[in-house]
């Protein structure tokens, strides 16, 4: 049996359901407007100025641009006056320390440097006098060491920078 007595032997179909479905219709809500058209005789949105490649900046996009760059360039030049400055300011702490230290006698800076190594060894012990109290209370906790590394660790840092000044200032002294 072919295909065509196959389709011959069903029901019958009405011509609209026989028929292909027809294809969706756009709606044209608005009229044909020319106003968007571009007018041949009028000058076109393409054409510049003679003088177009001469000029300096061509586009908005340019201007803004430049004007982002020119105010990025004044921030960094702030910036830099500012680090200038805060570098001048330590210079000059700098070298006030150092000339302070350097016009001392060497006994004075002998009994500076033993004074502060007394006052490390003595800090030393009597945070060790109050940690032995605590863990004799079992109250020496972990926070507490730290509390106590911290402080020392702040008053060697305190120690070293006060120690360059003196080799600085011995150092001028010999030369």
Request: charged share 25%; no cysteine.
């Amino acid at each position: 049996m072919s295909y065509a007595e196959a389709a011959a032997s069903g029901p019958r179909q009405s011509p609209e359901e026989a028929a292909a479905p027809q294809p969706p219709e756009i709606e044209r809500s608005q009229s044909a407007s020319t106003a968007s058209l571009v007018d041949v005789d009028t000058p076109s949105v393409r054409t510049v100025p003679s003088d177009f490649l001469e000029q300096e900046v061509q586009t908005e996009t340019q201007a803004a641009r430049l004007a982002q760059e020119d105010a990025a360039a004044r921030a960094r030049a702030e910036a830099e006056l500012k680090k200038k400055k805060a570098a001048s300011k330590a210079r000059r702490a700098d070298n006030f320390l150092t000339q302070w230290f350097s016009e001392l006698s060497d006994n004075t800076t002998t009994a500076l440097a033993v004074t502060n190594l007394a006052a490390l060894a003595g800090l030393g012990v009597f945070t060790g006098y109050k940690a032995l109290g605590l863990y004799e209370r079992g109250r020496l906790t972990w926070n507490n060491i730290g509390i106590g590394a911290g402080i020392a660790l702040g008053i060697g840092l305190v120690e070293t920078a006060l120690g360059r000044y003196i080799y600085k200032g011995k150092k001028g002294k010999q030369s």
